[in-house]
């Protein structure tokens, strides 16, 4: 069954440097997320992007963060200066077709960010 | 806006006994609800979803859910525990977007 797959598992980094969080959604899907989950925390939507552009992004999503396919495969997310409140899992997801609430998305395992 | 809040962060129940993780959520309009469980080290896996069709949703692995919007519920069931739904779930309310509940942790006591 296609999973949608992230790497690396586990990142750890200095404040102020940058880091790309990548993404392999499922291949005929169209529509691709990111969440974080800060430890004992709600996950929490940061963007959707589909035809290589964003379609929202939640007030999180602020300057610091960028998304991008580079190629038809992979999807990233990059966090110019990371902050200590970066500290996240962050979770890749994709869905097939339009984005509504009918629509199911399928979420990569996660990567856990630590910022030092 | 829409929001779920899950009742209980940890349940613990015994193997073979029935498993119930409550979730109630708060919605503008009719909702879309899901189920999502996450093992250790595993991506959020779809169990269950509910878009206004049955309000009696049955999942994956013999869970199901009941929709009742007297009530504002969602909540999740299985008649009998097995080891390996020993998982962290989470309700989640879509509207623009994803609105996750806090999770539940299950554990299962052989």
């Known amino acids: 069954e296609p999973e949608v797959t992230q790497t690396p598992s586990h990142q750890v980094t200095q404040m102020g440097q940058e880091v790309i969080l ?7 899907h169209l529509y691709f997320y990111w969440y974080r989950q800060i430890l004992g925390q709600k996950v929490e939507f940061l963007v959707s992007f589909y035809n290589n552009e964003i379609s929202e992004k939640s007030e999180i999503f602020d300057d610091q963060f960028s998304v991008e396919r580079p190629d038809g495969s992979n ?42 | ?5 899950q009742l209980d962060s940890h349940v613990s129940v015994s193997e073979g006994t029935p498993v119930l993780l409550r979730c109630n959520y708060s919605s503008s309009y009719s909702p879309s609800l ?10 959020l896996q779809l169990l269950l979803k509910y878009t206004s ?3 009696l949703v049955k999942g994956i692995n013999g869970f199901e859910a009941e929709f009742k919007k007297s ?35 299950l554990t299962v006591i052989p």
């Not at chain 2, 806006?1 to 809040?5: D, M, N, R």
């Open chain 2, 71 to 105: 009530e504002t519920s969602f909540h999740l069931t299985k008649p009998s525990a097995h080891m390996s739904d020993a998982a962290e779930y989470f309700c989640v309310v879509a509207g623009n977007q994803f609105y996750f509940g806090t999770g539940t942790s």
């Open chain 1, 22 to 28: 990548r993404c392999v959604p499922i291949s005929n």
């Open chain 1, 75 to 116: 999807f990233t997310l990059k966090i110019r200066s990371t902050k200590l409140e970066d500290s996240a899992m962050y979770f890749c997801a994709s869905s097939v077709k339009s984005w509504s609430s009918y629509e199911t998305q399928y979420f990569g395992p996660g990567t856990r960010l630590l910022v030092l």
């Open chain 2, 53 to 55: 069709a049955a309000t």
């Open chain 2, 1 to 5: 806006a829409q929001s779920v809040t």
């Open chain 2, 34 to 43: 899901f189920w999502y469980v996450q093992h250790p080290n595993k991506g």
